[in-house]
């Protein structure tokens, strides 16, 4: 179960204060703007492979999740997406298909998120082949579906049709196809957000002192305390 330190609270940032940001952004750093105030967010420990669980409006999926698993991360998560090379976050969304985004592109329609990462070693450019060989994967609740069905069938992952899938099957495709293995161990025939939450393979990202004010800012220093 994901804790404390590793859960952020988008809109909380505006009321916590934070330490104090100087130098250069970076290429491990990106500037937020949350409710008009410009935020730094240190995403250096956030590796190729690094999975992504965010909580938005979208409510029917943790619903759901909590009818197919008792998992205790099930109300939480409604979506899960990848990091990649260069900062470039992957997902597939609804009526978007597949995309890349930057992480503060990527954060500006989330109300919460938890970053994990992976336990096993990735190749970073291995990754970056299996998530464009996902590339041109269409969204699809009924692909999702059948998806399941064929698992349940016996059909081995690496046989599974390619071509249609929601965000948690995308992820655990392009894992599984960069890895030859599997990376939630649960034997469900479909995966959810919630199954990533809970997998022994990969390892909580402590965001705790992750975000800064811009130097100019006169709050005092104070690590951000993520929502509960």
């Known amino acids: 179960m994901l804790t404390k330190a590793s859960i952020v609270d988008i809109h909380r940032i505006v009321e916590t ?30 590796v ?12 029917a999926v943790p619903k759901f999740q909590t009818l197919v ?24 969304m609804p009526n978007k298909h597949v995309r890349t985004q930057t ?13 994990r990462r992976l336990r096993l070693p990735v190749d970073s450019d291995v990754l970056e082949g299996s998530l464009h060989k996902f590339s041109k994967a269409k969204y699809s609740v ?24 929601v965000c948690s099957t995308f992820v655990n495709r392009v ?6 293995t599997e990376v939630i161990e649960m ?17 909580d990202v402590d965001l705790s002192d992750c975000f800064f004010f811009l130097a100019n800012n006169e ?4 690590d951000i305390q993520p929502s509960a």
């Open 17 to 46: 204060p934070l330490a104090k940001f100087e130098g250069d952004l970076g290429k491990d750093h990106c500037l937020l703007d949350i409710e008009y105030r410009e935020v730094v967010f240190d995403f250096g420990s956030v």
């Open 48 to 59: 190729p492979g690094s999975i992504i669980l965010t909580r938005n409006n979208i409510s």
């Open 69 to 92: 698993t008792r998992a205790s991360e099930a109300r939480r998560w409604s979506h899960v997406a990848i990091m990649g090379n260069g900062g470039q976050v992957w997902d597939i």
């Open 103 to 115: 992480f503060d592109q990527f954060l500006k329609d989330v109300d919460s998120f938890a970053i």
């Open 142 to 165: 009924m692909g999702a579906v059948e998806l399941a069905t064929l698992r349940k069938k016996g059909v081995p992952v690496e046989n599974l049709p390619p071509e249609e899938l």
């Open 175 to 180: 894992l599984f196809d960069a890895l030859d």
């Open 187 to 203: 034997n469900v025939p479909i995966i959810w957000p919630s199954h990533f939450a809970e997998s022994s393979l990969f390892e």
């Open 219 to 222: 709050v005092a220093s104070q």
